[in-house]
């Protein structure tokens, strides 16, 4: 079993920094993207930002330039630096990876997409 781990999130008031981090444990073999979403009340989840295992990040346009992500390969962890908040990017943020779970199945093609439980961010002042 894979877990993914959130922690970083809570209140910040607007202009305000905060930096979120998912742990992934478990049967591991290789994590290729890993990424953000976030769910904002009564809204879609929506796609924040990802990095692939090498490449290319990609940010959505409401976060370029204030978000910067990063990932330690070794802790299979990624990091989610938010800077400049603003009250529109409260929502609940969740990790996601597409992860191979042995050299079997990273031969293969044969990964799982895996979520976390989500963290919630709140802009406010």
């Known amino acids: 079993q894979v877990q993914l781990v959130e922690s970083g999130g809570g209140l910040v008031q607007p202009g305000g920094s905060l930096r979120l981090s998912c742990a992934a444990s478990g049967s591991i073999f290789s994590i290729n993207a890993m990424g953000w979403y976030r769910q904002a009340p009564g809204k879609e989840r929506e796609l924040v930002t990802s990095?692939?295992?090498?490449?290319?990040?990609n940010y959505a346009d409401s976060v370029k330039g204030r978000f910067i992500i990063s990932r330690d390969n070794a802790k299979n962890t990624v990091y989610l630096q938010m800077n400049s908040l603003k009250p529109e990017d409260t929502a609940v943020y969740y990790c996601?990876?597409?992860?191979?779970?042995?050299?079997?199945?990273?031969?293969?093609?044969?990964?799982?997409?895996?979520w976390g439980k989500g963290t919630l961010v709140t802009v406010s002042s």
């Open positions: 990095i692939p295992s090498r490449g290319i990040t």
């Open positions: 996601n990876a597409y992860i191979y779970s042995s050299g079997y199945a990273a031969a293969r093609g044969y990964g799982m997409d895996y």
